[in-house]
């Protein structure tokens, strides 16, 4: 078995490369790391474009261009409140302990608690997959007919049809989805977004007006009660899943010095992703003509009509939707992975949950998720409203993964002052304020997103509160405590030989 697909066992990274006589761990010291095969190295800056593949997309941007020039402000105050804490704080948990996060929290809080931290790692792209499919179906929808954007049967069926091709691909094994996802941000985020970017300077330079205003009086989002931020808690679930690759760590050479090598490279390549683009589309299709889910293809079909080049709409949406679904692959090969192996190690999942295909990849779990997916695809053809669908399933993503994060930043701040002369690649400067900055925005976000958004009709408040609460809690809680209260010794696998299925 590859130390990708090894149990972890919740001891510290080593620093011995492949060959290396491991020295015997003690209680404070790293433990050697499993050799891998040189074929299995993956280098940073491979691990930098999976994570920023996994973390980025043109998709937020319709999002934010709803703000206008606004948009700058709210994509980099959460980035200095959410996404540099996380990105700081999981580069030093991620070169002392391996395993990912689970480990972090269960020997910083306690094994429970690390087992909620993984399983809502886990559980928020069960609602992740169809808002990020959901984006699919409406750019495809440019490449067959545009009146197909607005249709939720349409977004359910790809939702479906996509969701399951994914899960085949992932059946694989996980050396094919680093090259699919690297090249899908390449060739459908970063040269779309380039495009996109500089025919809108083009555009504006040629005196043609922005759509929205660009004057310092737009610089900060008219305020019009709480209600009026909420779009921003988007941004944290845009910003969230800098911290997931690390269960990858052990396939890098050096984890230590190349992980956080990787985090800052993956930072500096998202927020030029999110920024530069929602601005473009912000010059191009006004605020109240944009759709969530269609808003990136709106803004290119408007800007190659400006140039008499709408040929290259349909070809924009193909690349578009390789990013997508190259993102999507690599959530299916991250949490599903992390949870099936403290899952064996712990006995937390029932054994047939546990059980692995002949290419070693937790496929009952991603058919398991598939089945939920499925179900909760079709709500895009029962809500009257594709971008309210879209909103709804995104904030339920977000609720349930700032659970996660929340217990991070404690378990960080546990470790650094119960362990602190423990061995660390890299330790992030002054870890208790990044802690506690990154844990009261988490928590912040996580309650400002039960508050209806005003830029959207999604119904009675009431009955927004019931679904969005209902959806995360439930799901973020309930059932992992169900999974922990009713676990049996017998679930743990991690001392036999893993059983290999077909199914």
């Not at 993102?327 to 949490?335: C, E, F, I, Q």
Request: charged share 10%; proline share 7%; with cysteine.
């Amino acid at each position: 078995m590859s130390a990708e697909t090894a149990p972890t066992t919740g001891e510290p990274v080593g620093r011995h490369r492949a060959g290396d006589a491991p020295e015997p761990p003690t209680a404070d010291a790293p433990a050697a790391r499993t050799p891998v095969p040189a074929a299995q190295w993956i280098s940073w800056v491979a691990l930098a474009m999976m994570t920023t593949s996994s973390v980025a997309s043109l998709r937020a941007a319709p999002t934010m261009a709803i703000y206008g020039l606004a948009a700058v402000f709210l994509y980099v105050v959460p980035a200095i409140v959410f996404l540099l804490p996380t990105s700081l704080v999981s580069a030093e948990l991620a070169s002392g302990w391996k395993g990912g996060v689970y480990n972090w929290v269960s020997e910083g809080i306690s094994k429970p608690a690390g087992f909620l931290a993984v399983w809502c790692q886990f559980a928020m792209t069960i609602f992740y997959y169809p808002t990020l499919l959901g984006f699919v179906a409406s750019t495809l929808a440019y490449v067959i007919n545009p009146d197909l954007a607005t249709s939720g049967v349409w977004t359910a069926a790809v939702i479906v049809v996509v969701y399951w091709s994914g899960v085949w691909v992932s059946s694989r094994g996980t050396k094919a989805i680093a090259g699919l996802a690297s090249g899908g941000l390449i060739i459908g985020t970063l040269i779309p977004g380039v495009l996109l970017v500089t025919l809108g300077v083009v555009f504006l330079g040629q005196g043609n007006a922005s759509a929205a205003p660009m004057d310092a009086e737009h610089l900060l989002p008219a305020w019009a009660g709480l209600s009026s931020l909420v779009l921003i808690v988007n941004n944290f679930l845009s910003y969230s899943g800098m911290e997931m690759n690390a269960v990858h760590v052990s396939s890098l050479r050096n984890p230590g010095r190349e992980f956080p090598r990787s985090m800052f490279l993956a930072m500096g390549m998202v927020l030029l992703i999110f920024i530069l683009p929602a601005l473009a589309i912000s010059w191009f299709v006004p605020a109240e003509e944009l759709s969530l889910t269609a808003g990136i293809m709106q803004a290119f079909d408007a800007v190659f009509a400006q140039f008499g080049w709408q040929w290259l709409t349909p070809i924009i949406g193909i690349m578009l939707v390789a990013a997508s679904v190259g993102g999507m692959l690599t959530w299916l090969a991250g949490p599903s992975k992390g949870l099936l192996l403290i899952s064996r190690q712990e006995g937390y999942l029932p054994p047939f949950l546990q059980r692995l295909n002949k290419n070693g990849v937790q496929q009952n779990i991603l058919v398991a998720q598939g089945a939920v997916t499925t179900v909760i695809a079709l709500g895009y053809a029962l809500i009257p409203s594709v971008s309210s669908a879209y909103w709804v399933f995104s904030v339920i993503t977000t609720q349930v993964y700032l659970i996660m994060y929340l217990l991070m930043f404690v378990a960080a701040v546990r470790l650094r002052r119960l362990h602190a002369d423990h061995p660390r690649g890299y330790r992030a400067p002054i870890i208790r304020t990044l802690c506690g900055v990154g844990f009261v925005a988490s928590a912040a976000a996580l309650l400002v997103g039960f508050v209806p958004p005003s830029q959207l009709g999604t119904g009675s408040p009431w009955l927004y509160v019931l679904v969005v609460g209902g959806g995360a809690l439930g799901l973020g809680l309930l059932v992992p405590f169900l999974f922990y209260r009713f676990r049996k010794p017998a679930w743990r696998l991690a001392e036999q030989q893993p059983e290999v299925s077909a199914s």
